[in-house]
T-cell receptor, first 113, second 110 residues
Framework: GAGVSQSPSNKVTEKGKDVELRCDPISGHTALYWYRQSLGQGLEFLIYFQGNSAPDKSGLPSDRFSAERTGGSVSTLTIQRTQQEDSAVYLC???????????FGPGTRLTVL | QKEVEQNSGPLSVPEGAIASLICTYSDRGSQSFFWYRQYSGKSPELIMSIYSNGDKEDGRFTAQLNKASQYVSLLIRDSQPSDSATYLCAEDTGGFKTIFGAGTRLFVKA
């Protein structure tokens, strides 16, 4: 079956611009996660959604970052007024809830010039 | 704050040897752990999960969980150059949140 998809695969933007990153989880998965991974670093948790519950936003680094999940499926991560330190790979994962096994998408590589 | 610690490596082993990766955790109440493999430039992929004390084997991979000493390990037998990657340990904190370690880089020399 189809895995987690993300778009775009690469995004180059100028400092100060807003960007939107999209994640399409595996069909039927109730949980969706966003992570950030800087070059050579581990995964930094940003936010997760579980069903209709309020999202856990505890990992968002600043109020420039926000995310939505519409209809319990597709999610969009928005970064406003991008900064150079936002450059990283943004990974999305989804989980069916069974033992919390997460399946990752291919990621979006964001470069802020 | 709950933490998962891993040696960043690189861990270098010759082809055919056993590679041993260790992960320690701080939350004594944690129940479930995962090992993910991440090739350079790729996304993490699940290798194994372990939920109870003891060993779990899957092919060349064996995960070990020791709750008394609060560590989880991954042994890779007959290591191959294709095993060269970063291995991420992850802890299920309960509910749906997972904490990832920073990963250990493994290099298998041909």
């Amino acid at each position: 079956g189809a895995g987690v998809s993300q778009s775009p695969s690469n995004k180059v933007t100028e400092k100060g611009k807003d960007v939107e990153l999209r994640c399409d989880p595996i069909s039927g998965h109730t949980a969706l996660y966003w992570y950030r991974q800087s070059l050579g670093q581990g995964l930094e948790f940003l936010i997760y959604f579980q069903g209709n519950s309020a999202p856990d936003k505890s990992g968002l680094p600043s109020d420039r970052f926000s995310a939505e999940r519409t209809g319990g499926s597709v999610s969009t991560l928005t970064i406003q007024r991008t900064q150079q330190e936002d450059s990283a790979v943004y990974l999305c994962a989804s989980s069916s809830g069974q033992r919390n096994t997460q399946y990752f998408g291919p990621g979006t590589r964001l470069t802020v010039l | 704050q709950k933490e998962v610690e891993q040696n960043s490596g690189p861990l270098s082993v010759p082809e055919g040897a056993i590679a041993s990766l260790i992960c320690t955790y701080s939350d004594r109440g944690s129940q479930s752990f995962f090992w993910y493999r991440q090739y350079s430039g790729k996304s993490p992929e699940l290798i194994m999960s372990i939920y109870s004390n003891g060993d779990k084997e899957d092919g060349r991979f064996t995960a070990q969980l020791n709750k008394a000493s609060q560590y989880v390990s991954l042994l890779i037998r007959d290591s191959q150059p294709s095993d060269s990657a970063t291995y991420l340990c992850a802890e299920d904190t309960g509910g749906f949140k997972t904490i990832f370690g920073a990963g250990t880089r493994l290099f298998v020399k041909a």
